[in-house]
């Protein structure tokens, strides 16, 4: 990076604390267009994208309409009236976008809750008019006074958001059809049931849970309120938001944000760029290949859920980041803005948000709270390291940090009391519950000293392989000698707060905290790293030569771990003594194996680096940096890896969803009223669970309430909070439904029908289709007599009550 581009400082116009600013000569058109040229080009590599994925003009046209109408457009008008001055146009974007979608929120609880769902795209209108006829408000369409963005930043952030449009392309969109295209087409698990949600958002305020009408949903359903409204703006089918358009778009979002964050908190350019590829290129490092789902090491890892496993953490991302940035600026760093938005004091000139992003965090801390249960629990715990380093260092109680503490406690509060209703999903407090299994030593094999160092070292392979990225922010431990500033200190327990969280809480979804807490080390790895940069003050060349020598360190490693995991894991098992008898910590030995290599190989590199220093003066001072920088490397193969593998292996969490299922089931939403509820023979998750003998041992058919975007009367139950509470976190449960008089009226329904069954049904439930499936079983001869059949495709039959 060049000296004048290092810190904010550099290239922002001078000015006085409180006064105007004086905005840099305006552009002229051709410098205009080229400055814009790098969005341009990320935009132009995602259509490139969908458009390979047999994504219609149409549907692209549409969602661009809805995120330029519905999402950007009024969230920056209200973002730019919230915060006290400009700072760069790309922030403006960014926070705005994020704050269209807590807007969303509040338009979608209205239209949804009043039913005038037809006139939701007309709802910025809400923002636009105000902004448009207030004086006061009429300046903020055209703010002067942003700092130039400079064109390398722009392009290497252009360049983060191609690297994710690429992985989700070849891990995804070029994989999975938006639709089943035959009766053996495999989709991932949970997207029938994600559909099913934000199905029932479109119509139903709060959303029930669909696959037992009327059943309350405690879950973190905010995702599903964000697609119906994707749906209701911008008149696009689900499945096609789901399948094609919303997570490349929010993950690409989230490039954005963190890339602001990170220059709005360490007051350097640069970091911006850095943070972003620390967040989506470092990976894993488990020094194995493949790494099945039944191989998790410890937990999803962060890099596999770029993907539709989990719609609900891609749109909490950019949500929980820009409350991080907010936060973190109230906080500031030592000598910077307080809570009044006074300048800061160090020479940065990083304009303060004012008092107006107090609002903002407590929009950002609503919208997170139920987009993903996991956010605001990790960055309550970085406030509160903030605030106890902030009392004992200050000796005075930090009524910021307390105020801050107090908006988002109470935003948790109103997520657990209202929207989960106290629900906990099987998590349950169990120290190293999640990681115990690699240190079992059930027949007593090991001696104390042996089961100590077996602790010691699962516990040091589960920081190593999550925790790569953490590297970066060791400078700042070094220089400052733990004299951090209040939002690094911040950064830090929120960093450290997720992977402690997944260590105490048992339970399959508390990797979500150690997700959660990615931000916050993305976040400080790339100040410090700026920092150490700064320091080593590298010249063009040696910056070029650094980077040449970081993909053949990545290509080679990643060759090695594709090529020979066998023969290293066979090695280091010998080598450690568990290859005739399989040992619980044999999955840990390659990657701690591995991290042992890599340090012995460091470790010499560093000794000849030191020696040719004395022979090469400009040496001196600059190893540092380039172990950094080589260690920060070794997470990127686990990235190139998994986009690998998702090429070479049918992932174990598809299921196979046939189309005839699916056009009856869009059959019956084409001819059915929101209001309308569907009864159905279809239990079990997969055809391979529908015998006549064999008991249905998952139920987690969820197909009918997700395309026909209508309540089931009883379709799969697994999911139902209650169930999972009951089973520990499970989810593919066995268990009867809860309640076996209505479900044998159900059953009765399709194989034993009477009309008074059938007409109570009507009445009693508003169910207006049967939808059967020949596959778990033919319907009574009788249903046709007592019903109208409507729909058969041979599979899949639809009788409409009288």
């Known amino acids: 990076m060049d000296s004048t581009d290092t810190t904010v400082a550099a290239s922002r116009p001078a000015r006085r604390p409180g006064g105007p600013t004086d905005g840099p000569a305006p552009a002229t058109p051709g410098r205009t267009a080229v400055r814009f040229l790098p969005a341009v080009a990320a935009y132009l590599v995602l259509v490139a994208a969908l458009l390979a994925s047999d994504t219609s003009v149409n549907d692209i046209a549409r969602y661009t309409f809805y995120a330029l109408w519905g999402v950007l457009l009024p969230g920056t008008l209200v973002f730019r009236g919230l915060r006290r001055r400009p700072y760069t146009l790309l922030e403006d974007l960014a926070f705005g976008a994020v704050t269209g979608l807590v807007l969303e929120l509040v338009a979608w609880a209205v239209l949804v809750g009043l039913g005038l769902q037809s006139v939701a795209t007309f709802w910025p209108l809400a923002v636009v008019l105000p902004f448009a006829l207030v004086p006061r408000l009429r300046r903020h369409w055209r703010p002067r006074g942003y700092l130039p963005f400079s064109a390398g930043r722009s392009w290497a952030l252009a360049g983060t958001v191609a690297l994710t449009v690429v992985y989700y392309y070849e891990a995804n969109l070029a994989r999975f059809p938006v639709l089943p295209t035959d009766d053996s087409t495999r989709i991932f698990g949970d997207l029938p049931y994600m559909l099913s949600l934000a199905g029932s958002a479109t119509h139903d305020m709060p959303p029930t849970f669909p696959q037992a009408a009327g059943e309350p949903l405690h879950y973190h359903w905010f995702t599903f309120a964000h697609m119906a409204m994707t749906d209701l703006v911008g008149h696009i089918d689900l499945p096609v938001v789901a399948m094609r358009l919303m997570v490349p778009a929010l993950s690409a979002l989230t490039v954005l944000i963190i890339a602001v964050v990170a220059q709005r908190l360490s007051g350097r350019a640069w970091a911006g760029p850095a943070a972003a590829l620390l967040f989506f290129a470092v990976g894993e490092f488990t020094a194995a290949y493949p790494n099945n789902v039944s191989s998790w090491t410890f937990g999803f890892p962060p890099i596999r859920l770029m993907s539709w496993g989990s719609l609900s ?128 030593n059930a027949p007593q094999m090991r001696g104390t000293v042996a089961q100590a160092a077996v602790v010691v070292a699962t516990l040091a392979a589960f920081v190593i392989t999550h925790q790569v990225r953490l590297a970066g922010a060791l400078p700042l431990f070094r220089h400052r000698r733990l004299n951090l500033e209040p939002a690094q200190w911040f950064l830090l327990g929120g960093a450290v707060a997720g992977p402690a969280a997944y260590l105490v809480v048992n339970g399959f979804n508390s990797s979500y905290f150690t997700i959660a807490s990615a931000p916050f080390g993305a976040l400080l790895a790339a100040w410090g790293y700026c920092e150490a940069a700064e320091r080593a003050a590298l010249s063009v060349r040696a910056r070029v030569l650094l980077a040449a020598g970081v993909l053949v360190l990545v290509a080679g490693l990643t060759w090695g771990m594709y090529r020979h ?30 991290t042992v290599v890599l340090a012995g190989i460091a470790a010499v590199g560093a000794l000849l680096w030191w020696g040719s220093g004395r022979v090469w003066p400009r040496l001196r001072g600059r190893g540092g940096i380039v172990l950094l920088t080589a260690t920060l490397a070794v997470g990127v193969p686990g990235t190139a890896l998994d986009l690998l593998q998702s090429r070479q292996y049918v992932w174990d969490g598809t299921w196979i969803l046939p189309q005839s299922q699916i056009d009856a089931a869009r059959w019956v939403r084409a001819h059915s009223d929101p209001a309308d509820v569907i009864a159905t023979n279809s239990h079990c998750w997969e055809p391979e669970n529908y015998t006549t003998t064999d008991r249905c041992t998952n139920y987690r058919s969820q197909w009918l309430s997700a395309y026909s975007e209508r309540s089931v009367l009883i379709e799969g139950w697994a999911y139902a909070p209650r169930m999972i509470a009951q089973s520990g976190g499970g989810v593919a449960s066995g268990r009867p439904f809860w309640d076996q008089e209505l479900f044998q009226r159900n059953e009765n329904a399709i194989y034993q029908p009477t009309a008074e069954l059938l007409d109570g049904l009507r009445r009693e439930h508003q169910v207006r289709y049967l939808v059967v499936d020949r596959k778990a079983g033919a319907e009574s001869p009788q249903l046709g007599t007592l019903t109208s059949k409507v729909y058969d495709n041979g599979r899949t039959v639809v009788y409409e009550l009288a």
């Open 313 to 440: 953490l891609t749109y909490s991302q950019p949500l929980l980041v820009a409350l991080v940035g907010v936060v973190g600026a109230l906080i500031g760093r030592k000598g910077g803005p307080d809570a009044a938005g006074e300048e800061p004091a160090d020479g940065s000139r990083v304009p303060a948000f004012g008092r107006g992003a107090f609002v903002l965090v407590a929009g950002f801390a609503l919208a997170s709270s139920a987009a993903k249960a996991s956010s605001l629990p990790v960055t309550l715990a970085g406030l509160a390291l903030a605030g106890l380093v902030m009392l004992v260092t200050g000796r005075r109680i930090p009524w910021t940090v307390v105020g801050l503490g107090a908006i988002i406690a109470g935003a948790q509060l109103f997520a657990t009391a209202v929207i989960f209703d106290f629900e906990s999903y099987g998590l349950e407090v169990v120290a190293f519950g999640n990681v115990q299994q690699y240190w079992a």
């Open 565 to 594: 995991t066998r023969d290293w894991a066979e090695l280091v098992a010998k080598a450690a003594g568990a290859y005739d008898t399989w040992q619980p910590y044999a999955p840990l030995l390659p990657v701690l194996g591995g």
